[in-house]
């Protein structure tokens, strides 16, 4: 199985910034890709970055130009540097890895418990 523990959410003023961090620890084949998601109170869990073993990312609209996905393949870790943040940036945000748990298997979805960011004056 895999863990993933995230860490860096706080209180932040609009235009601050935030280094979310994300490590992988557990037994596991490979990691396929990594990414951020965030869920608002009362809103759907969305996809906020993501980002494959290979370098290729992908990011929401509402984030593109503000924040930066990366990912240290030998620590098993993803980051999200977040800029320019907005008020609307408040929610939860989790950290996701695609895992292979083995040679053999498939892949699977593992998610972190979450972080709390607060964009507030």
């Known amino acids: 199985q895999v863990q993933l523990v995230e860490s860096g959410g706080d209180l932040v003023q609009p235009g601050g910034s935030l280094r979310l961090s994300c490590a992988a620890s557990?037994?596991?084949?490979?990691?396929?890709?990594m990414g951020w998601y965030r869920q608002a109170p009362g809103k759907q869990r969305e996809l906020v970055a993501t980002i494959t073993s290979d370098d290729l990312t992908n990011y929401a609209d509402s984030v593109k130009g503000r924040f930066t996905i990366s990912v240290d393949n030998a620590k098993n870790a993803v980051y999200l540097q977040m800029n320019s943040l907005k008020p609307e940036d408040t929610a939860v945000y989790y950290c996701n890895a695609v895992v292979r748990p083995t040679f053999l298997s498939g892949t699977v979805n593992a998610w972190g418990r979450g972080t709390q960011v607060t964009v507030s004056s």
């Open positions: 557990g037994s596991f084949f490979r990691i396929n890709a």
